[in-house]
């Protein structure tokens, strides 16, 4: 995940889209990125594009209470999988979903979707 965060890396992603596209493509976000294989970063990368798109198509995330334009508000959020959803069981498999902090930053994920690359 915080290769995800860096911007020098990759720029736009949030905290929330990494959470996401983490979840879909079932890579734990304390993974390190040299462990993962070619499979896993190809289904990342598409996920990501896939997350974006479909972030776009909602109108952006909106969580607190930004608006846009019209007042308007994204409605991408109503489409989270993970995040904000602590203790709320996986869509995929109905574990809970777990909450703690990888590079200073809250996240959310599946303990038992979600496989670690760390060896």
Known sequence: KPLLLDQK???GL???YID???WHSKIH???ITSK??????????????NI??????YKGTTI???KYGDNEKGGFSGKLKVFKKENYPCERCNYKIKKIFVGQRGTHY???CQKLYNN
């Not at 970063?41 to 598409?46: K, Q």
């Not at 974006?52 to 198509?57: S, W």
Request: hydrophobic fraction near 45%.
């Open 9 to 11: 890396i990759i720029a």
């Open 14 to 16: 949030g905290n929330i």
């Open 20 to 22: 996401e596209a983490l």
């Open 29 to 31: 976000p304390k993974s």
């Open 36 to 49: 993962i294989t070619n499979y896993k970063i190809n289904l990342l990368c598409l996920s990501i594009k």
């Open 52 to 57: 974006l798109k479909k972030a776009i198509e």
């Open 64 to 66: 607190i209470d930004f």
């Open 110 to 112: 599946c303990s038992k």
